[in-house]
């Protein structure tokens, strides 16, 4: 099982970054997945969800309007577009996939950093 992140990088305050998930090993369509993210000290929190058909999406306030979470089922792929960014976005963004159902498999990416910084 892998989940790969990719698309991380250094991006001023305003600006944009797409960041991917492509995922082996395991039935992508059965499962649901989510984007979280880590900054230096704190903790790992949630940033957007989205359910295996791609039918249902959440996402936390902090980033309600500027991001938009995104899948692709027949490409195995998970997507986090982010608009507007802001330095408090700077964070190591992990995927994460969990299984629909039991059992309740769940895999994490190796995460991607993103910077915000002028």
């Known amino acids: 099982v892998q989940l790969v992140e990719s698309g991380g990088g250094l991006v001023q305050p305003g600006g944009s970054l797409r960041l991917s998930c492509a995922a082996s090993?395991?039935?992508?369509?059965?499962?649901?997945m989510s984007w979280y993210r880590q900054a230096p000290g704190t903790e790992r929190e949630l940033v957007a969800v989205?359910?295996?058909?791609?039918?249902?999406?959440n996402y936390a306030e902090s980033v309600k309007g500027r991001f938009t979470i995104s899948r692709d089922n027949a490409k195995n792929t998970v997507y986090l577009q982010m608009n507007s960014l802001k330095p408090e976005d700077t964070a190591v963004y992990y995927c994460?996939?969990?299984?629909?159902?039991?059992?309740?498999?769940?895999?994490w990416g190796q995460g991607t950093q993103v910077t915000v910084s002028s």
């Open positions: 994460y996939a969990e299984r629909v159902g039991v059992p309740k498999y769940t895999y």
């Open positions: 989205i359910g295996s058909a791609g039918n249902r999406r």
């Open positions: 090993g395991f039935t992508f369509s059965r499962y649901a």
